[in-house]
C-alpha cells in the first residue's frame, strides 16, 4: 500500500539502544531513589530550621519605632522613638542624623537600661556636622 492510506507503523525499539541511553529499570529505580533521598534531606533541613528558629524559646524580642524628629537648629536634631523590650533587658541603639543628600552628618550611640516596663519612650538629641533633614534610629541591639 502506498501514499496515506491507513495504516500505523509501530517501531520497536532495540532493547540495546535503551541501556545505550540509560533506559533500564535499574536507571529508573536508581532515579526514583535519588528523588526520595533527595526529599528527605530537604524536609530534614527544612524541620531542623523549624525546631531552630522557632522552638527554642532564648530569643529575645526587640522592637524599635521612630515617633518623630524635631531640627532643633543648623547643627542638631532630637529623635523621638520607642523602644519595646522584654522586662528586664538593657539596649542600645544608634540613633542618627541625615542630611538632604542621605549622608550621615551626625551619630549618637545610647545605652538603655533594663527596666521593668515593656515598651517606653525615649527623646535624644544629636549634634550635627551641618544642617539635618531629618533624625532616625539606625539600629538597636541587645548587648
Known amino acids: 500500500m502506498s501514499g496515506t492510506g491507513g495504516s500505523v507503523s509501530t517501531a520497536v525499539v532495540p532493547p540495546d539502544l535503551d541501556r545505550r541511553y540509560g533506559r533500564t529499570r535499574w536507571s529508573r529505580r536508581r532515579t526514583l531513589a535519588l528523588g526520595i533521598s533527595a526529599a528527605i534531606a530537604v524536609i530534614a533541613v527544612f524541620a531542623a530550621w523549624v525546631v531552630w528558629a522557632g522552638f527554642d524559646g532564648t ?80 539600629r538597636c541591639w541587645l548587648p
Do not use: H, M
Open 59 to 138: 530569643s529575645k524580642d526587640l522592637e524599635v519605632r521612630d515617633t518623630g524628629y524635631v531640627i532643633s537648629g543648623d547643627d542638631s536634631v532630637t529623635v523621638r522613638f520607642e523602644v519595646t523590650v522584654d522586662p528586664g533587658l538593657a539596649t542600645e541603639c544608634a540613633v542618627q542624623a541625615l542630611s538632604e543628600q542621605f549622608e550621615i552628618i551626625g551619630w549618637k550611640l545610647v545605652s538603655i537600661p533594663a527596666s521593668t516596663e515593656r515598651t517606653r519612650g525615649f527623646i535624644e538629641t544629636v549634634r550635627t556636622t551641618s544642617t539635618p533633614n531629618t533624625g532616625l534610629i539606625y
